[in-house]
């Protein structure tokens, strides 16, 4: 439901006995304990207005006003055809416009400050957040090694929908191969960690200033997590993947034509500095699971807050260090600009000669939220007819809540936890 007043019009209900008092309306609630007046009373306010309709009947008009200041149920994320073009961050007509705004006020004003990575540099007030993400990263995949040790989760054979639980969801939402034979029914087997955390994968690059690359060298250049890449052009130091760090500006000699500035004058850099500390992942021969449910608890909201931190610390970055994502796939360039591999399959590729159309990445190109189905009651599986009553939530944060953390606030909208669900079919055909 929006903030705002939603007026619920009660037309022609008689009521022998409404002067002058206050009535309690909508309390007949389901088996299950939620009613629509039950599911509001917590984050809003009631107003009750009573008026006739006319002086001399007895029908009357109960008006209803809710005063709703935080969202309850809120829709779930849009899903984009392959044969559709993501929608840009920002419509092309703001941004336009904004420009246009921008070039007026610069015209009497002089040039500002350009960020120090157009030039070159890294912003050392970032440095610490860097490693910050890469260490939230790791931590988190060590620990939901753990959780899926104790919280079961099940894939599809065919296509790439999970479901966290002991039994997979009856929905017939697979679109996989031969999914018209199946009827759309999912073919569920054990999930692994791929499964859970989607890793988007990104082009090291060593010199992010450099020149573009090539379409011919695009199996000779490393690919890594996009979000390692990300902390590494922005301070963090890895020793498999070197990266050039300028200690001053670059010279601009043309539009994309610049020259490094002389640092040998600059004392030579302290190899003995201290530098934070660098986690590793736990190999699988290494993961035990939580040894009582207490630790299981304790597990599961260092999971949340450690997905949190990451996801934040991300979103901090790529405000400073540009992500570029293409707008017919997945694919993700950390860095001004993306590179020219013509290796993009979706849909008309032929028409683009297999290239990408690069526009601003969001946070969810970069550490996609997988959403999966909320399960309400663990130890009861959900039911096709009662569909539309379930909510959803990304598949981490479910996992963490079936694993006994609280649900945070942001992801409550789409879990629809105040809504009540129907104990049988009848009583849902009953919903208007």
Known sequence: MDSGSVYLQLNRITFSHCKGRDFDILKHSTQQGLSLLDSLKKTCNFKLRLRNSSQHSTH???????????????????????????PFPIPIVELRRAARE????????????????????????LVPLAYSVFNARITLINNLKKLLKVVPVNSCKWCSEIHVGPVGHPFKSCRGPQASMRRGLHEWGEAVLEDVLIQVEAYHLYDRLGNRIPHEERFSVPRIPAVVELCIQAGVD?????????????????????????ESELPDPDQEAKKPEILTEISNFEILPPSSKEDTILLAEETLKVWEEM??????????????????????????????????????????NGQHGWQAAVLDDLIPPKYVWHV?????????DLRNFYGQAPAVVELCVQAGADVPEQYKPTMRLDVGI???VREAEMVV
């Open 60 to 86: 009357h008009v109960q008006s209803l006003v809710v005063n709703c200041n935080h969202p309850q149920n809120a829709d779930f994320p849009r899903y984009h055809s392959k044969k559709e073009k993501k």
């Open 102 to 125: 921008r070039f007026k006020k610069s015209k009497s004003q002089p040039r500002g400050p350009v960020p120090p990575p157009k030039r070159g540099l890294v912003v050392q007030r």
């Open 238 to 262: 890895l020793p498999g993947y070197p990266t050039k760090r300028r200690r001053k500006p670059i010279i601009r000699i043309g539009k994309k034509e610049f020259i490094d500035a002389d």
């Open 311 to 352: 996801r934040e610390g991300a979103k901090r970055l790529m405000k400073m260090y540009p992500v570029r994502a293409c707008g017919y796939c997945p694919e993700v360039h950390v860095g001004p600009t993306g590179h020219k591999a013509q290796n993009c399959g979706a849909h008309k590729h032929q028409q683009r």
């Open 376 to 384: 309400p009651y663990v130890d009861k599986p959900l039911e096709n």
């Open 422 to 424: 129907p104990s049988n």
